[in-house]
């Protein structure tokens, strides 16, 4: 039982240590990853070449999947191209199985020690990151020989040999389990090593073996399947070709098992690497002979999901990229990109909201009120998307950024009730009544909208740039426009005490719309705050004085 126990825990730390490797490559080149694969669709070849280097350092296919498929639906890689990488991907990942199948162990304490090291210098920095990599693969190369010692010990007893004698090869069987314990594993470099060193250790026969490379084939590309499930049309269709194309090699490799384990182990000597060679060997002839069906599967696959007819509004690229969430300096990257999209959306308000006051325009009244929605709707995207994002491997300015983005989005949603209320009031008391500001009353109204609209486009500028000298300007606004609405107010006292007509009719809406706009002010010029306590120029209160509290 101990020996059995400690085959599962080698297995698991097998899975875990391909985990660490995986995220911790995408958390430190993550960027300079995806610019590399956007990069190459100049042809198939250079498509399938960067597959293989990009898949050898994340050593995940399922990975590269993800991040070309996001590619392929933000419209910056053709689908065939997109194909052509994934081709290249199985390729690096078998590379990796090749190299992992080697004895490697002596390394493992040397990553271990190292990357332990960097870890706990710099936990949140780049040199951390490459401890964690650095842990991941001593992790690995540690598993691997223990999977080989337990497994050794394990076939000794009794019991165990009279089932491995058992043990009839059923192709179909093998494969099937090949792929569930890919998917389960989410890795299936862990379930061919794994495979190798049971090979090794005579655990399951070279034919079981060889079935099980194959399902580990197929089951990376059922994750990639179900990881997308819930994504859009244009992500999901990466996914679906590459499994037509694993699918079909698995038929047409199928039958030449036999011949391989006529040739192939006598030539080779152990039983480990006429595991991986069958790997290495499935995956690049798959690939030469499927390199020039990419756009036939492409075509195919974009006939059984087609891409929706959108509209002008949901056709709109969303920046929220799933499979930047594994790259936090990306992910803050796309959060931003959607908040500034939001502030577009609630500019727009603040623009039309002016229009309804002009000119009494009930459908643009509607049309505004339902554009508040999609504010609340994308405050809510970008706060759930945030909240996915690793806080631990956020460095000390992503990690300001994080707050930041949250904090503008809470202001841009907050902006956008308040204009939809100012919207329905407009509807209740201006236009149903039919009653009109009066022309000075107007005049103020228009100043303070324009005054606005420009701070409103500062703040967009604070918020992206985070220039100080626009965070100073913006918040100096606030002070003006502060200034302006009691000014404004008191003009408006004055024009009912001469007893101005209209000024009486629309005396509370103005003074309310007035009292509005302030406050829609105070939300952007918040903005600026975190930028000016960052440099350390906010005052800590507005009291010239400490107030004295009455002992009495």
């Known amino acids: 039982m101990t020996h059995l126990l400690n085959l599962l825990a080698a297995i698991a730390l097998l899975v875990w240590g391909t985990h ?32 293989i280097g990009v898949t050898a350092l994340v050593q995940s296919s399922t990975a590269t999947a993800l991040i070309v498929s ?35 162990s002596w390394l493992s304490p040397l990553f271990i020690l190292v990357g332990v090291v960097f870890f706990i210098l710099r936990p949140s ?38 089932l491995l004698a058992s043990l009839t090869s059923d192709l179909l069987l093998e494969i099937f389990v090949g792929t569930v314990l890919a998917v389960l594993s ?44 819930k994504a859009n049309v244009e992500t999901r269709q990466v996914p679906l070709g590459n499994f037509v194309f694993k699918a079909l090699g698995v038929a047409l490799a199928a039958p030449f098992i036999g011949l391989w384990l006529q040739h192939v182990p006598k030539v080779l000597g152990d039983l480990a690497t006429p595991v991986v060679l069958f790997h290495l060997t499935f995956n690049v002839v798959m690939g030469g002979l499927f390199i020039g069906l990419t756009g036939r599967i492409a075509h195919w696959v974009a ?49 039309g909201a002016m229009n309804v006051i ?3 325009d009930r459908t643009l009244a509607a049309e505004l009120r339902q554009m508040d929605d999609t504010v609340d709707e994308l405050y809510s995207d970008i706060k759930y998307y945030l909240t996915k994002i690793s806080r631990e491997a956020l460095e000390e300015n992503e990690a300001r950024r994080w707050t930041d983005i949250i904090s503008f989005t809470i202001n841009m949603e907050q902006i956008g009730d308040i204009i939809e209320r100012v919207i329905q009031d407009i509807e209740d008391k201006k236009i149903t ?27 967009m500028s604070v918020f992206l740039n985070g220039t100080l000298r626009d965070a100073q300007k913006l918040l100096e606004e606030k002070t003006r426009f502060r200034d ?7 003009s408006h006292l004055d024009r009912l005490a001469v007893n101005t007509v209209q000024s009486i009719e629309t005396s509370s809406l103005h003074l309310d719309l007035i009292s509005d706009l302030k406050r829609i002010n105070s939300h952007i010029c918040s903005i600026a705050y975190p930028i000016l306590d960052s440099a350390g120029v906010l005052a800590p209160n507005r009291l010239r004085q400490p107030a004295l509290l009455d002992e009495r």
């Open 20 to 51: 660490l490797v995986r995220t911790g490559i995408l958390r430190v080149f993550g960027a300079n990853l995806r610019n590399l694969l956007a990069k190459s669709t100049a042809n198939r070849v250079a498509a399938v070449l960067s597959g």
């Open 70 to 104: 996001s590619f392929v639906g933000q419209g910056l890689m053709s689908l065939p191209s997109a194909l052509a990488v994934m081709l290249g991907a199985d390729i690096g990942t078998s590379l990796m199985a090749v190299l992992f199948s080697r004895d490697l």
């Open 125 to 162: 920095s780049g040199v951390g990151r490459v401890g964690r990599v650095l842990i991941g693969l001593g992790l690995m190369l540690l598993a691997l020989k223990l999977v080989t010692q337990s497994a050794n010990i394990l076939t000794q007893a009794p019991v165990v040999k009279e």
């Open 186 to 229: 989410y890795s299936s470099l862990a379930v061919v090593l794994l495979t190798a060193a049971f090979a090794l250790s005579h655990v399951i026969p070279m034919e079981v073996a060889l079935g099980l490379v194959l399902g580990a084939n197929l089951g990376s590309g059922l994750l990639a399947l179900l990881t997308t499930l």
């Open 303 to 351: 006939l059984v999901l087609p891409k929706p007819v959108k509209s002008t509004v949901a056709g709109r690229q969303r920046h929220l990229d799933a499979t930047a969430l594994s790259t936090p300096s990306l992910a803050i990257s796309c959060a931003v990109r959607e908040a500034m999209h939001q502030a577009d959306v609630v500019e727009a308000m603040l623009l």
């Open 358 to 360: 002009r000119h009494n």
């Open 433 to 459: 009544p039919g009653r009109e500001f009066s022309e000075a009353g107007m005049r103020e109204i228009c100043e303070l909208h324009a005054r606005l609209v420009d701070n409103l486009r500062l703040g």
């Open 484 to 490: 302006l609405e009691r000014q404004y107010a008191a």
